[in-house]
């Protein structure tokens, strides 16, 4: 098609204030949680999914291949750690077995109903945000697997965050340490309670709910199961040192290599708001699925 | 063979190569390098392909075509923000075209010191916006960081577009 060229020009020299406005007006529009943008997450994630999952697997390889390396360096300083912790592990069977033991006794005498079952399924990660201010996964489990917004993402050390979008066949992970995580949580050794709030820096910073709380270096952190998003008593991380008045924890789970998450579903969805949530279709029944078939 | 046949303008090469290498850094600045501490700050790569587009032939990568894959950026990466990555390359864009004859006739030096001008830039702006609509003041680090990763990864990008562009597109505007 031909233009004339002021027409051209004229329309070239208004692109860049109409893309400027559009950007801006998807910005307001992103923000205000409306069904359709969600939606359009959700679609594009899950169509950029097959190409993620084809990237993503040699690079798992690639950090696999310098794991090992780094793992025969270093072997001989963990045989010895081993050891030691083989030492306190058969300790603690001996409790745990007198511990079973003991439950059962009580079983047996209170005729108790077993807690709920939980859905735990295994993910691969695709995609991370990769932004300055941006601390999330996509991973490759969506809707018609059963995730949903507001369910736990672990690994086998602890919390990684919690279910923030949901597509069909993809998740979006919100890491504990997003700038907008929020985790209720709770200190082992005293019971107190605190927030742990994501500021995008790797160790996110505890903020406490009572007057007179406070940490001590090594405290275990756990969920503490307010607010409803999970169930309390999910590892989370060790409380650090303060410095400045700031206590911050450590996550157990290493986030800035996560490659497989386990998203377990608890019934319990709680603090989210549900309005923006799509109805999600119960998940099929007849085809139980783990998401992530190693190929 | 479709060399001869093809009128210069309509090369397949040249309408598609400097848009889908585009879409394959956006990509790959999503996936998972599982290097520690990696994943928090991975180089902009789609930084590299609007800047090296722009400056050789910014006719080939049209500000919409900018504008798109920056949305596309922002869908994948879950930023709370929509928009933001595209506001930042359309702008980068419109930087780039305002300093390519500095940037594309020199040496690489001269290059790779534009990116780094044109990458500072877009970093800052980024951090800018991002603290405004976030309602605090953002740590600089990351921000900090990132753009000196994105610099420092320039010549390895470069050196990608570099290859494809001299195997599917002409070098200059006619």
Not at chain 2, 12 to 18: F, I, K, Y
């Amino acid at each position: 098609m031909r233009i004339s060229a002021p027409v051209r020009a004229a329309a070239q020299r208004l692109t860049l204030p109409t893309l400027v406005f559009a950007a801006g007006m998807l910005t307001v529009l992103g923000k205000a949680d409306i069904l359709l943008i969600d939606r359009l997450r959700g679609v594009v994630a899950d169509a950029a999914a097959p190409v993620l999952q084809l990237l993503a697997e040699p690079m798992a390889g690639a950090a696999g291949i310098v794991d090992k390396v780094t793992d025969i360096v270093a072997v001989y300083r963990q045989n010895e750690l081993l050891r030691v912790e083989n030492r306190r592990l058969l300790q603690w069977q001996e409790v745990a077995l007198r511990l079973a033991a003991e439950n059962k006794s009580l079983r047996d005498l209170e005729k108790l109903v077993p807690d709920k079952a939980v859905s735990i399924l295994a993910a691969r990660v695709i995609a991370d945000s990769g932004g300055a201010y941006l601390r999330n996964v996509l991973v490759n489990a969506g809707a018609r697997d059963g995730v949903a917004r507001g369910q736990a993402a672990l690994t086998g050390e602890g919390l990684v965050g919690r279910i923030a979008e949901v597509g069909q066949r993809t998740a979006r992970v919100l890491l504990l340490t997003d700038l907008n995580s929020h985790i209720p949580v709770t200190i082992e050794r005293t019971g107190q309670r605190a927030l742990l709030d994501g500021d995008n820096s790797d160790r996110p910073r505890l903020v406490f709910l009572e007057p007179k709380a406070a940490v001590v270096a090594g405290d275990r952190i756990l969920t503490s199961g307010s607010g409803g998003a999970f169930p309390p008593g999910l590892p989370v991380g060790v409380a650090l040192a303060a410095t400045n008045g700031v206590s911050r924890v450590e996550p157990y789970a290493e986030l800035s290599r996560l490659e497989m998450v386990r998203i377990v579903d608890y019934g319990m969805t709680g603090v989210l708001p549900q309005n923006a949530v799509p109805p999600s279709r119960p998940p099929r029944p007849a085809k139980p699925r783990v998401a992530d078939v190693q190929q | 063979m479709a060399r001869v046949m093809m009128p210069r303008d309509t090369r397949l090469g040249d309408r598609l190569v400097p848009f889908l290498s585009t879409l394959c850094f956006v990509l790959v600045s999503v996936v998972p390098l599982q290097i520690p501490g990696f994943a928090a700050v991975t180089p902009s790569f789609a930084l590299m392909a609007v800047f090296h587009w722009t400056s050789y032939r910014p006719d080939l990568l049209p500000l919409t075509a900018v504008f798109v894959l920056g949305l596309l950026l922002d869908l994948l990466n879950g930023s709370p923000y929509l928009g933001v990555a595209a506001l930042t390359l359309i702008l980068a864009r419109t930087a780039v075209l305002n300093g390519r004859r500095y940037f594309a006739n020199g040496t690489f030096a001269v290059l790779w010191l534009g990116f780094l001008a044109i990458a500072a830039g877009a970093f800052a702006f980024d951090w800018a916006l991002v603290s405004l609509l976030y309602g605090t003041v953002l740590g600089t680090r990351p921000f900090v960081f990132e753009a000196a990763l994105t610099v420092a990864c320039y010549p390895v990008g470069s050196y990608v577009l570099v290859r494809l562009h001299r195997a599917f597109v002409r070098t200059s505007t006619a």
